[in-house]
């Protein structure tokens, strides 16, 4: 597969790089929020959403910065441009679809500090992605995140009806399935590409 | 939040080893308050890059903490996450481009992540939980202990990835030419089992101190 090509970008960052278990990214609600599965799909899916919308708003800033040679101010705007996309995809789906916007709750706002939103933003611009190739890259962050945030819950779930050590239980367990669930990500650096 | 009402919070002005402390152990942010987990897996794969890691988030936690705590009564409630952020922001983006002009080797082995920074809970958590109610020198001192306890786990947890995965400390070689370098625990999914593996002893080590504090007041109930 060529290195730029649309299907290579969604499978690097779906599977051979996900953001979850390979870049550590967004980890907070990955640890948080992957308890039971009815909560981790949701979650998945508006992260999705709001790494599509912060995708394409990155993109255009990062335009308008190079343009005038402001590039130092990447960070800055882009973090307040996530923070404001949040807020508007918030109250627009308040406002149009009541029903979604009750389902995903307190995870929206939440969404604004997850790191795999800005590292999206910042890991497209820094590759030179094309609008094109920044939708597709935030589709796939997206699904891979959706994919691990889902697997994670399942695996978890199975594990609350079973014995373990109470030095164990808690977050030490959960790394550790984060560790294994690494390791088999890992099968997928075959696919090729490693960055 | 908005449900409790805002007054001007009681603000106790010692500086006591315990504002500096807790960050140390009892709070430890990576261990105890599981914050600022994403840069402190993802640069851990040696003790350099966690060293400067720690040391950079240490420095965006004193002084955006400092700048926060000295503005505590300008900063409108309303919009103070906003302007927090942008304050974590300018400070992360002077880190930047610092490391970047000390050491390119340094900056490129970090890379995004020392841009990340920006969006570490432990810095946000730290100027809403802290810095927005104490003043400047309890601020400092906190920070401080929090940046240190925070640079302590990352460069323990990079120790060991570095030692097992490849066989070196600080670039050092250890072992000679015929260690075999354990590859995964440099890899991705070392760091999530190197810290879970170090949870469980903090976790081990706490149960033991806890029952002898336990023991001291006399409360002897199984954990």
Known sequence: ????????IFLNAALMNNFVLALFLGLCPFMGVSGKLETAVPMGLATSFVMLISSLSAFAINAILVRYHIEFLRL?????????????????????????????????PLITTNCAILGLALFQTFKHYGLMQSIVYAL???????????????LREKLD????????????????????????FMGFAGLGGTH | MSAI???????????????????????????????????????????????????????????????????????????????YIVIIATFVTLVDYS?????????????????????????LGRAEAYASRNPFGRTVVNATGMGLGFTIALLVLGAIREILGSGSLFGVDLF???????VVMILPPGGFI?????????????????SNIKQAKGHSHAA
């Open chain 2, 99 to 123: 490391i970047q002009a000390i050491s390119l080797d340094l900056y490129n082995a970090l890379g995004a992540f020392i841009q990340l920074i920006v969006v570490n809970c432990i810095i």
């Open chain 1, 161 to 184: 009806l079973s014995d373990v050590p109470g030095v164990v239980r808690g977050a030490a367990l959960s790394l550790m399935l984060g560790g294994l669930l690494s390791l088999s």
């Open chain 1, 1 to 8: 597969m060529q290195p730029d090509s649309l299907t290579f």
């Open chain 2, 5 to 83: 009402p805002h007054r001007e919070p009681r603000e106790k002005q010692a500086v006591t080893w315990d504002v500096f402390s807790e960050g140390l152990w009892r709070d430890n942010p990576v261990l105890v308050m599981m914050l600022g987990l994403c840069p402190a897996l993802a640069v851990s794969n040696s003790a350099i890059n966690a060293l400067a890691m720690g040391l950079a988030t240490t420095f965006v936690l004193i002084t955006s903490g400092a700048i926060i705590s000295l503005l505590r009564r300008f900063i409108p409630r309303q919009v103070r996450i906003a302007t």
């Open chain 1, 76 to 108: 800055i705007a882009y973090i307040a441009v996530i923070a404001s996309a949040v807020q508007l995809v918030e109250m627009t789906l308040k406002k149009y679809t009541p029903g979604l916007f009750k389902a995903l709750g307190i995870y929206l």
């Open chain 2, 194 to 210: 190197v810290l879970s593996l170090m949870l469980v002893a903090f976790n081990l080590v706490n149960r033991r101190l806890g």
């Open chain 2, 176 to 182: 000679g030419p015929n260690f075999e370098p354990w």
């Open chain 1, 140 to 154: 796939g962050a997206g699904a891979g995140f959706t994919l691990a945030i889902a697997l994670m819950s399942g």
